[in-house]
């Protein structure tokens, strides 16, 4: 029938053959690509702990302050995490942003080199909520350490001989 019409046949395959094999690539991609954001998410925490570490440390005086007029541990230790997950909600949204068009680039390459066609772009809004939950996790748990760091500070008073703790 395809003969007859003008169209050659290259190669004949089992259609449940093709699904299975393209399903492995795919999910050997997926793969790839979850360990790399994890990876990157990693990272990321580190960085957040060492730049809130150095607020930390930039604003001893002010901390200082803050005990002198009352504020006990939790006050100290809530302002450097929330501090720590504004910044981690911050970097989500921007990166959310950002990775619409280069998913849709990715998503049209990959498709044209395993399928030989564009694929139909869509979005999870669950993967993004995920995420989202992840990124608060992690900006929580890099928030910790300097958070703690921040009770432990000790503040010296200007002109005084004596170390003073607040």
């Given amino acids: 029938h395809l ?10 395959e089992a259609g449940r053959t ?5 399903t492995e690539y795919i999910g050997i ?8 954001a994890g990876l990157t998410a990693a990272v ?21 302050v803050m005990r002198a007029i009352g504020a006990h541990d939790g006050v100290i230790v809530s302002m450097v995490l929330f501090e720590g997950l504004l910044i981690g909600m911050l970097s989500f949204a921007g990166s959310a942003i950002l990775a619409l068009p280069i998913t849709y680039g990715l998503t049209q390459i990959i498709s044209r080199a395993i399928f030989g066609s564009n694929a139909v772009f869509a979005l999870s809004l ?3 909520a995920i995420w989202l939950g992840v990124v608060a996790l ?23 001989k004596l170390p003073t703790t607040f």
Avoid at 3 to 12: F, H, K, S, Y
Avoid at 44 to 60: K, Y
Wanted: net charge positive; hydrophobic share 45%.
């Fill in 3 to 12: 003969d007859a019409r003008g169209l050659r046949v290259a190669n004949a």
């Fill in 44 to 64: 990321g925490s580190i960085g957040l702990a060492g730049t809130l570490s150095m607020n930390v440390m930039e604003r001893t005086r002010e901390i200082g």
């Fill in 138 to 160: 992690l900006s929580s748990l890099a928030s910790l350490l300097p958070a703690k760091n921040a009770t432990r500070l000790t503040v010296r008073l200007p002109n005084s």
């Fill in 18 to 22: 093709f699904t299975d094999s393209t």
């Fill in 29 to 36: 991609l997926i793969a790839v690509l979850l360990a790399m």
């Fill in 126 to 128: 669950h993967s993004f």
